[in-house]
């Protein structure tokens, strides 16, 4: 982080356009005193979209290789095998017993958020709330971004 001038800043601001690596932030000196820099940054939304990617591709892995030990069921297959049909509510009714606090919670939280049924299934049958809520956020941010353009 630096500080620059006002035309430094114009400067880097044009050159942020061209390069997304480039980022500007703008803060007056109030704030920038209360700044808590000990504190661990929200993921962007780059870092977001390659968790997401991460979980696309490690859950491809995790059915490759439950394919070749041909093993007892785990619960990713199960869930593959639900039924998602009617509306979200439906649904949380149906699967909430297999679904542990977390991912109720997770569940809930998109539907609070005004995500739309497709949206909210589409995490539904992840395994494990934290890779719901980075699905959500990603989700989230893409809505966001889309209501902005």
């Known amino acids: ?25 703008q803060i007056d000196e109030e704030a920038f005193l209360y700044l808590n820099f ?3 940054p929200q993921p962007s939304l ?5 968790m997401v990617k991460e979980i696309q591709v490690a859950e491809v892995n995790e059915e490759e290789e439950e394919k070749e030990t041909d093993q007892q069921p785990d619960i990713l297959q199960d869930r593959e095998q639900w039924d998602l049909s009617g509306d979200i509510i439906d649904c949380f009714r149906r699967y909430s017993s297999e679904l542990s606090p977390e991912e109720q919670e997770e569940i ?3 539907i609070e958020e005004g995500m ?20 959500r956020r990603v989700l989230m941010v893409a809505k966001i971004r889309d209501e902005d353009n």
């Open 46 to 50: 780059r870092e977001l979209e390659k």
């Open 116 to 135: 739309t049924d497709q949206d909210v299934k589409r995490y539904f049958t992840l395994v494990g709330a934290e890779k719901m809520r980075q699905y």
């Open 38 to 40: 000990n504190e661990t």
């Open 1 to 25: 982080m630096n500080y620059i001038s006002k035309e430094e800043f114009t400067f880097f601001e044009e050159k942020a356009k061209e390069d997304s690596n480039i980022q500007t932030f």
């Open 108 to 110: 809930i939280k998109g």
